[in-house]
């Protein structure tokens, strides 16, 4: 059975999460540290390619709270020709990721995550959140 891979892609930060083999619960698997460079996004996530049997890539979709386009849904875009030039053999959808940072900063504090980690945390969970709502729309 194969994975799904999400990506909540960030200038200094991208949290990824993946699926469990049946693709039905996701969990959160890393935060990439690339202070703006996508090289290191990418060959991370060609290393989880050929780590786990991954068939679809979720890239979270920055869309503004009123639907309108910013900056990052710019850069997002960039980086999804990125993803889809290198890894054309695998399926890559956007999710919009509207309120999966929130959602996650919300989870943080119930569970009392002390605040260091959370910088580190907060975009593996929204990660999270990205493959979740891919799952619940399939």
């Known amino acids: ?8 892609y960030g200038d ?9 083999e ?4 996701a969990q959160g698997l890393e935060t990439i540290t690339s202070n703006g460079s996508d090289k290191i996004i990418l060959k991370r996530i060609e290393e989880l390619l050929n780590q786990y049997e991954i068939d679809c890539i979720v890239l979270g979709k920055p ?3 009123d639907g309108s386009k910013g900056k990052r849904t710019q850069e997002t875009e960039n980086f ?11 399926e890559i959808v956007q999710i919009d990721e509207r309120l999966t940072s929130v959602e996650a900063h919300k989870t943080m504090n119930f569970l009392n995550v002390d605040n260091k980690k959370k910088k580190g945390l907060v975009d593996t969970i929204a990660a999270v959140y990205i493959l979740e709502s891919y ?3 399939k």
Request: glycine share 6%.
């Open 1 to 8: 059975m194969s994975r799904k891979l999400a990506i909540d």
């Open 12 to 20: 200094v930060r991208t949290g990824v999460a993946i699926t469990d």
């Open 22 to 25: 049946l693709g039905i619960t």
């Open 63 to 65: 869309i503004n709270m």
């Open 80 to 90: 999804l020709h990125k993803l889809k030039s290198r890894f054309n053999k695998i």
């Open 135 to 137: 799952i619940n729309k």
